[in-house]
């Protein structure tokens, strides 16, 4: 008993009653390890030439055991030894974190679904998705709705997937509704400045947003915004005159402006300084999702940076790829909100993340059944908005990346750091000793067509703007939490993802509490050997 530290004790008192369940569940994925992965052993060593860390690339090997991370050894030090899966001069990653994808399940699952959603993340190298509040069916604004959500998700996601909740009208000015919501596990809040298409999930304003705010500072966690707002009671159609062709892109370009991302932006921004420290908000979080617009709305956030808001903003390889100019009359695949603007943005846009004033990408993954498309039509005015995207993130921020120098630790960056820091998941998002060993490994310099020859696994691989592409950066294998779940074309036998809540009994620990609970959580086995000290 010696051993043990006595002022160890009280913290390990209030967790006994945990430890049991975390036992039986680390046991219980051992032994069913060969169904969740495409290894047979749990214990091995990855080695590659080009091992993506935090402290830059190294040539060297990786020591997996269960869930975890074990060891990092340069190649100089490395001995061979145990399990090795030995990947040459492929790139081992840390595997993407896609903070914003709709994965449409429950009741739109025709769209996409977590099951077919979770197999084309595993495929693209993504191993946590954190999934909006909206397009399922009903919207997840409350924890009964998010209850259905995590039913849905049950024995069908191949990656980690973690939900964020709906900020809406009807829950804004409710703190209790919005507290339930987060103590039952969402990583944060969604609100929409313009009207969603959704009918159970409706526009916010800067009031709905400051609510908001001051109840998640309490969480620290963040409310991610979709940034547009119509102006002088104008809707999209409004500005759009009767002779314009709704098949060509530039009438809807004209129908959502730049102006409109401006505006909610600088309404948001006349809130968001509450989260400056010392602010009324302070611990809450201001994220802008799919930014767009790379003049005017960007050098208001940098503003605000600058000033001490506490925002981040994000974009989407869909801005970074396309140009409006080459978009074709009735191409509907091209159409999302905020729109694909001109080549000059696109540029700036580039010039923006490269700086680092934007800080992080992802999918906007939003795919529809192909009807909505309107393919024959070809209205840009009717037709769904949304790109499908989440198989070829990766790739395509490389191909088009490799014409402003991007390095494959801004990739890791941009792609796992950053987003896992938003979504407050600790023990991901780099390749470091104790996270979680989720990791994709990938050849940089292969080249493939994105075709009907090539293995798509989002539901309808007609509707992405994708497709016809040639592209650089074909994924290997993917590892989620040390199961290979993805390797060459061939998925796990089971999909043995985790579905990520965020915790709910830390809440009012004090923050050296907290961490020492949540460092030993992410790795249960150190609570036996404790014990077995006692």
């Known amino acids: 008993m010696d051993i043990l530290p006595w002022k160890v004790l009280p913290l390990l008192v209030p967790l006994a009653s945990f430890i049991g369940f975390f036992y039986l569940q680390d046991s219980s994925k051992l032994s069913s390890h060969t169904e969740c992965s495409l290894l047979a052993y749990n214990h091995y060593w990855i080695t590659s030439k080009r091992i993506v860390t935090p402290q830059g690339l190294i040539s060297g090997a990786v020591e997996v055991k269960g869930e975890s991370i074990l060891s990092i050894v340069k190649e100089e030090e490395w001995q061979r030894r145990g399990n090795v899966v030995d990947y040459g001069d492929a790139v081992v990653m840390p595997g993407l974190v896609d903070v914003h994808a709709h994965l ?40 009964e709705t ?10 069908r996601i191949y990656v980690d997937v973690g939900f964020w909740g709906g900020l809406v009208p009807g829950n804004a000015f409710n703190a209790s509704a919005l507290e339930s919501l987060l103590d039952a596990g969402v990583l944060g809040l969604k609100s929409f400045m313009c009207p969603s298409g959704i009918n159970d999930f409706p526009m916010t304003n800067a009031s709905h947003i400051k609510e908001g705010l001051s109840v998640l500072a309490k969480y620290k966690r963040p409310l991610l915004v979709h940034a547009e707002m119509e102006q002088n009671s104008e809707s999209n159609l409004q500005l759009v005159d009767a ?3 709704p098949r060509s892109y530039l009438t809807y370009l004209k129908s959502r402006p730049p102006s ?31 930014l767009s617009d790379a003049s005017s709305s960007l050098d ?21 790829a396309f140009s409006a100019e080459e978009i074709q009359d009735g191409d509907t695949r091209f159409k999302c909100s905020p729109p694909i603007r001109d080549a000059s943005n696109k540029e700036k846009l580039w010039g923006a993340l490269m700086e680092g004033h934007i800080d992080m990408l992802s999918s906007d993954h939003s795919p529809t059944v192909p009807e909505l498309k309107l393919h024959n039509d070809g209205s840009f005015l009717k037709a769904w908005g949304g790109i499908s995207s989440l198989q070829f993130v990766l790739p395509v921020t490389w191909t088009y990346g490799l014409n402003y120098g991007v390095t494959l630790e ?37 080249e493939f067509d994105l075709n009907s020859d090539h293995p798509i696994y989002i539901k309808h691989p007609s509707i992405s ?20 779940v993805y390797k060459d074309g061939e998925h796990a036998p089971t999909p043995c993802g985790t579905k990520i809540l965020a915790s709910t009994f830390s809440a009012g620990l004090t923050d050296p509490l907290k961490s020492f609970f949540i460092s030993r959580l992410s790795n249960p086995i150190n609570y036996r050997k404790l014990l077995d000290k006692m």
């Not at 739109?108 to 509040?133: C, H, N, Q, V, Y």
């Not at 960056?413 to 998002?429: D, F, M, N, V």
Request: overall charge negative.
């Open 104 to 143: 449409d399940d429950p009741g739109r699952a025709e769209w996409e679904g977590f099951l077919s959603g979770t197999k084309a993340a595993a495929a693209g190298g993504i191993t946590t998705l954190i999934d909006m509040p909206l397009n399922s069916d009903p919207s997840t604004v409350s924890p």
């Open 146 to 155: 998010l209850q259905l959500k995590i039913e849905a998700a049950k024995k």
């Open 243 to 245: 002779e314009d062709d």
């Open 260 to 290: 409109w991302e401006e505006a909610a932006i600088r309404e948001l921004l006349s809130v968001a300084k509450d989260t400056r420290i010392g602010g009324p908000a302070e611990g809450a979080h201001v994220h802008i999702v799919h």
């Open 300 to 320: 208001l956030i940098k503003g605000a940076k600058s000033s001490g808001d506490s925002i981040t903003v994000e974009t989407c390889p869909h801005y970074l």
């Open 410 to 446: 801004q990739l890791a960056l941009w792609w796992s750091e950053r987003p896992a820091k938003l979504a407050g998941l600790k023990p991901k998002g780099a390749i470091k000793v104790g996270n979680l060993a989720d990791l994709v490994v990938w050849q940089p310099e292969v």
């Open 465 to 484: 703007a994708y497709l016809g592409n040639r592209l650089s950066g074909k994924v290997l294998a993917t590892f989620v939490r040390g199961n290979l």
